[in-house]
């Protein structure tokens, strides 16, 4: 991956994500092929913060039925980010 926002698709922001980010601990979607090197280096140099971890699960897509027809979900890769104590990013707050 050549460039940062490659490795990075787009923030989650739901509910569970928001009670993690008073925490310090942010959560992104990501590439799949993503490392977590990769992904702690593009938040770090995107976002201007110190990172400490990086936790990445790969989430399943589901089986849907729509008017009887079966079908799937995309698959995806999750990432939570943990940042230094009293580094935070500004994009997120007030969400």
């Not at 980010?21 to 140099?45: H, L, M, N, S």
């Not at 990086?54 to 995309?74: E, H, S």
Request: glycine share 8%; with cysteine.
């Amino acid at each position: 991956m050549n460039n940062l926002s490659d490795v990075i698709i787009e923030p989650i922001l739901s509910e569970k994500s928001t009670s993690l980010r008073e925490g310090g601990k942010y959560v992104f979607k990501v590439a799949k092929d993503a490392t977590k090197y990769q992904i702690k280096d593009a938040v770090a140099k995107l976002f201007n913060v110190k990172v400490l971890s990086c936790t990445t699960m790969n989430v399943r897509g589901q089986v849907k039925r729509v008017r009887g027809a079966i079908g799937k979900t995309a698959s995806w890769k999750k990432a939570i980010v943990r940042l230094a104590p009293g580094e935070n990013i500004k994009v997120f707050e007030g969400i």
